[in-house]
């Protein structure tokens, strides 16, 4: 059982270098600029001083919230994001405390935050203020490479922590895991594809996630997710990730054995996210009351 004491020291926190010549070279980019302003981070800011600040901060249960929501209805990760890569800029009035207070008043069970700086325009700030603003357990969206940004991630008052499959090696995989629970943080494992999953399927992770946009071609697909979906560990929530516009899809997915939905950039595009994510709601909910 996990102790909820406070995050535990990290013995050793080290880089672990391995080949990543499979890895999609935009991948491998931005997992470079990660580790150079990590490099950054670790300098100005002493593990010592993150274990105390996260000390402060007791998670709130991620996936137990996924499940608890997935009972009476779709479970609705509302991502807070304001730009990427492929697509640029997606909200221009980015104002996180109001956005995650609009999501919450309007259905959804968790969130989700970006905190890339270079690629995505998030920020550890925007995570922390989030957070802040509502009950709602809160996802760090980003590149995990090292343990430090596990202890970082819940010094800014983050409940969960995304692992990515494609952008890890198995031992990292497992040593991050292990890491994320040392500190009482759920882990949100993400694939691309059966072999990712084949890798993960025995990690352990609270919740697992297909995401259904190709790294190479950034094609999306929700096939991507109903041909992984009875291959998914039994025992953790189930998540749907990229290309969820309606309710349509909600249900197809949650027909196949979804419990949450990952949704962000059709909702950030809105000038009212909540009210975008009740109306995205409303015909599910409707159909489970009748």
């Given at each position: 059982?996990?102790?909820?004491?406070?995050?535990?020291?990290?013995?050793?926190?080290?880089?672990?270098?391995?080949?990543?010549?499979?890895?999609?070279?935009?991948?491998?980019r931005i997992l470079e600029r990660t580790r150079a302003e990590l490099a950054v981070r670790r300098r100005e800011t002493p593990l010592a001083a993150l274990e105390a600040r996260a000390s402060q901060h007791m998670p709130r249960g991620f996936a137990d919230a996924l499940r608890r929501r997935a009972q009476q209805g779709p479970a609705i990760i509302a991502?807070?994001?304001?730009?990427?890569?492929?697509?640029?800029?997606i909200r221009e009035g980015f104002a996180p405390e109001w956005l995650a207070r609009t999501l919450e008043a309007n259905g959804a069970a968790v969130l989700s935050v970006l905190t890339d700086e270079p690629f995505f325009q998030g920020s550890l700030r925007n995570?922390?203020?989030?957070?802040?603003?509502?009950?709602?357990?809160c996802l760090r969206k980003d590149f995990i490479v090292d343990e430090y940004q596990i202890v970082e991630a819940r010094a800014h008052r983050a409940d969960a922590i995304l692992l990515i499959v494609a952008a890890l090696t198995d031992e990292e995989l497992a040593r991050f895991t292990k890491a994320a629970h040392e500190l009482d943080l759920d882990v949100l494992c993400e694939v691309h594809t059966a072999g990712?999953?084949?890798r993960a399927r025995d990690l352990g992770c609270d919740a697992y996630g297909v995401n259904n946009r190709d790294l190479v071609s950034f094609h999306v697909s929700l096939d991507v997710s109903l041909q992984l979906a009875a291959?998914?560990?039994?025992?953790?929530v189930h998540v749907a990730e990229s290309g969820i516009h309606t309710a349509e899809d909600l249900q197809k997915l949650?027909?196949?054995?979804?419990h949450a939905f990952l949704i962000g950039e059709s909702l950030m595009r809105q000038p009212d996210p909540g009210a975008a994510l009740a109306a995205l709601l409303?015909?599910?909910?409707?159909e489970d009351r009748a």
């Open positions: 059982m996990r102790s909820a004491a406070g995050p535990r020291p990290l013995a050793i926190l080290r880089r672990h270098r391995t080949s990543r010549s499979r890895i999609p070279l935009h991948l491998q991502e807070l994001k304001k730009a990427s890569p492929s697509k640029g800029l995570l922390e203020l989030a957070s802040a603003a509502t009950q709602l357990p990712e999953l084949a291959e998914l560990p039994q025992g953790a949650r027909a196949a054995g979804f409303q015909p599910q909910l409707q």
